[in-house]
């Protein structure tokens, strides 16, 4: 079966290098790596184009995988999206980015549900002369991916820890010293890490003076990750912090939260115990967190505006198409490799800019305006 299907995209291949006068290689693999640079050597209009996204832990990922499958399809190729379920999300990518290989994909965009376990699927991609393109989370530890897309993450957590910082002064403006949380993702996101020392950045010098005072002691990302993402697990953390460290006075005055999920598992445990009113910071700008944004209960979010990410992949993929390199401009260090990476810049809204920014979504426009 699987050999059938290799032969078939070979045959497939060779007519494209005809028709694009590229000297295809004569042997079976459909493809040609270019020496493993990042050219591919084209693909026709119609080829099915596979996109491999992680479990649905924030609406980020539900909302891509919509527009992934009109967008492609708007630009002529065949989309096939799929998801990892959330009882085994790593063994189900595997299985789903090989199906793709088989299927004959041209590009394989991935966001990964563990970054260092998919090494042997793109490897296996690459030598039948697929393309990587590792979409808002980077793929660790291998030499196989082509290009990176994202929204800069280490940004990301500059902006909250600095969100973090403006909105205890702003909120507390009696106070020269602030008791704060500090949660951070899932371990096995890349991202996680990295939004966590963006926001250290700016935090780190503000523990070190004593204006702010982690009172649970835990500032370490080991300490303060999040399994899965799961906003239960940060709201049971949560639960037996506060309960631990936070009895009789010790109010909490602020929270660095990686995303709005868990920001509102946050919110909830800190109302559970009765404390509180505190400073909160997002990401993603989920629509069930707009209103809290617009009270004022969470302080900040973070757009990253999906169909622009999206668009700027679908991009990638037309210039591979065409047999040319994609543009970038910067370079990820993935552990084995710099990967050419195009960057977005990521938005800081709270209350004061939120009806601005989201202006031309019609989703969250509305939310706004409540
Ligand atoms: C994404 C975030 C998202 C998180 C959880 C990260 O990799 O960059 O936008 O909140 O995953 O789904």
Redesign the pocket.
Known sequence: MRKVLITAVAVASAAVFALSGCSGSSNDRGGDSAGGDTAASGFKAGSVIGVAL?D???E??TIAGQIFTDDLEKAGYKANVQYAGSTSPVPDQQAQITAMIQAGAKVIVI?ANDAKQLGAQVADAKEQGVSIIAY??LISDTKDVDYYV??N?FK?GQDQGQALLDGLAKKFPDQKTYNIELIA??AT????TV?FNGAMDVLKPKIDDGTLKVVSGQDTFEKVQTDK?DPANAQSRMDTVLQGFYQGDTNINGVLS?????ARAALQSVSDAKKGPIVITG??SEAASIPLIMSGEQYMT?Y?DTRKLVAQTVDMINSLAKGDKADTNAEEDNGATKVPTYYLDPVVVTADNAAEVYKDNDKLAPLTKQ
């Open positions: 992680p649905k832990t924030s980020n990922w966001g808002d989370r994202a929204f993450n990301v993702g899932a996101d890349p991202n996680a939004f993402w990686p995303n709005d999920t868990l990401q993603d973070i990253k």
